[in-house]
């Protein structure tokens, strides 16, 4: 269905092109930026998921260095990653990507945690200290694939209240 706008609306036959352009796709300004998979073009959508690819893969290389014996990575790595996420978070707000930013921060604060009330079993008892250790490790590294991998596919981290 077309409306022609023109001051010989009525004089035009219908077998004559308009030579008006057709008019342009209307563009919503009211979307939330970043809802469902990202428009093409969309710079901040295309600026999140790099800023949260860049903090995935500095978490994975903290995370294998916690697994794998003798490659502990410097936890510098891990608070530069930390503090991109606090940082970059806010503007994440309102969209797939914000669960994300959520995850990673939950999981480094959680992996903090844990490591800190099993410490004592370092001191006491060194076997028990590094089977909770490397318990933390691996949970730590499978929330970061897990959150990679879903991130590949554009999808948020549901649910989000789950640790």
């Not at 004559?16 to 352009?21: V, W």
Request: aromatic content about 10%; charged content about 10%; hydrophobic content about 50%.
């Amino acid at each position: 269905m077309s409306t022609d706008f023109s001051s010989n609306a009525g004089a035009a036959d219908a077998s004559t092109p308009s030579s008006l352009p057709p008019p342009a796709p209307s563009a919503d300004f009211n979307a939330r930026p970043g809802a469902g998979a990202p428009a093409p073009g969309d710079d901040t959508a295309d600026a999140l998921k790099t800023w949260g690819w860049v903090s995935y893969i500095l978490h994975l290389i903290v995370a294998i260095g916690a697994v794998a014996p003798g490659t502990q990575m410097s936890v510098t790595l891990l608070l530069v990653a930390l503090v991109l996420d606090l940082v970059k978070r806010d503007d994440a707000a309102g969209t797939w990507q914000a669960s994300h930013f959520s995850w990673r921060i939950r999981s480094v604060l959680g992996a903090g945690i844990a490591y800190v009330l099993t410490s004592w079993l370092w001191l006491l008892f060194l076997i028990p200290g590094w089977i909770a250790w490397t318990l933390i490790s691996l949970w730590f590294l499978y929330r970061i694939i897990k959150g990679m991998v879903r991130m590949n596919a554009n999808k948020p981290m549901e649910p989000q209240h789950v640790i």
